[in-house]
């Protein structure tokens, strides 16, 4: 079954009862942001009983994989699986035996949850360009922050800068009537250049950046903006975002709001949610400038958010601003929004 849309996909899960989930890392965080919304308007013991849940399921996950011992916080695991996690599983159908997330990176903060509830959720990792499937956690030997173990016939190394190059029978011959650009992704041993830095460890992939979409600051710092973005698009109140960069003193981001949950911030600051004018609103940017950076607070000091320029309208397919995989594409948002971009770099930064 296909889901209709994003926005009807609680109802679809509850319909089909899929036994087999299979998604886009968005598609996770958006149900992992709701579950944080209804916490918050919960008691504190509901707070805490779900952090329990997911902290001895999480431990019930590693003991199962060889990974950890057991402990006696695991005999909670039956009562916390009936007041919290089964909840949660239900919501989801009820059947999952597995879900399987891809396209581009899984939150390991996410799949810890996810996991610690009982769900299986695997990643995995491929290119249109192999066929797709390159590599994917196994079920019993699941290191959820990386993208798993390459399928049966397929080979990786690394190359220059830790790129992760593949070779193997789901390779394409080339790209049709394009012999330059199929050089330049294919090598004469026949490795295809993915483009994606990468570390293999105890025969698991982990990709560590995207050599192509490294930000370079004006004083030289490097800054992978795909980490960034996954960070701050688990606020509840921001639906997408860009961090912008290249070549400039420092870092702002074009960030489309939750168009669900702005009502409820625009009442928060006083304003009047159907006027337009609102997301100029300096309390407000001040605001979203606050829930940015306790997002990046893993980050470094110098991947810092500045300025940001606010929009309800998200960007879509039919727009050709992101991926069928839900992937902002840069250079046509960039070209979208330049008249934006250039503001936020005419005044200095606000912070």
Do not use: C
């Not at 399921?57 to 994989?65: L, V």
């Not at 990386?146 to 800068?161: A, C, D, M, N, P």
């Not at 250049?193 to 050599?211: C, M, P, S, Y």
């Not at 320029?309 to 050709?320: D, Q, S, Y």
Request: net charge neutral.
């Amino acid at each position: 079954a296909y889901a209709r849309s994003v926005a009807q996909l609680g109802d679809d899960l509850l319909h089909i009862r899929p036994s087999v989930l299979i998604a886009v890392p968005r598609i996770f965080e958006r149900v992992y942001g709701k579950i944080k919304d209804q916490l918050k308007k919960k008691p504190a013991i509901a707070g805490k009983l779900f952090h329990a849940a997911v902290d001895v399921g999480w431990h019930r996950f590693q003991y199962q994989q060889g990974r950890a011992g057991w402990s006696p916080k695991l005999m909670l695991w039956p009562l916390l699986n009936k007041l919290v996690a089964r909840n949660v599983v239900e919501k989801l159908g009820g059947r999952l035996r597995a879900a399987v997330s891809g396209g581009a990176p899984l939150s390991p903060d996410i799949a810890r949850v996810f996991i610690g509830l009982g769900i299986p959720i695997v990643q995995g990792y491929g290119l249109t360009e192999t066929s797709p499937v390159i590599s994917v956690n196994p079920l019993e030997d699941n290191i959820p922050s990386s993208v798993g173990v390459t399928i049966r016939g397929t080979e990786v190394k690394l190359g220059e800068q830790d790129e992760l190059l593949v070779r193997g029978p789901g390779v394409m011959m080339g790209y049709w009537n394009n012999h330059k650009a199929t050089t330049e992704m294919i090598d004469p041993d026949g490795w295809l250049h993915t483009g994606d830095q990468a570390k293999v460890e105890d025969g698991h992939i982990f990709i560590t950046g995207r050599l192509k979409d490294i930000l370079v600051l004006s004083n030289g710092e490097k800054i992978p903006p795909a980490d960034m973005e996954m960070a701050i698009s688990l606020d509840p109140f921001i639906e997408q975002v860009m961090v912008v960069g290249e070549g400039r003193p420092y870092l702002t981001a074009l960030v489309v709001l939750n168009e669900e949950n702005w009502p409820a911030l625009a009442k928060e600051h006083g304003l009047d949610g159907k006027d337009p004018d609102s997301l100029n609103h300096k309390k407000l940017h001040a605001d979203i400038l606050r829930r940015i950076k306790n997002s990046l607070t893993d980050f470094p000091g110098y991947a810092k958010i500045r300025q940001v320029r606010l929009m309800l309208e998200p960007w879509t397919i039919e727009e050709g601003l992101i991926t069928r995989t839900l992937k902002v594409k840069r250079p046509k948002v960039l070209e979208r929004f330049a008249e934006e971009v250039e503001s936020m770099y005419s005044g200095g930064p606000t912070n």
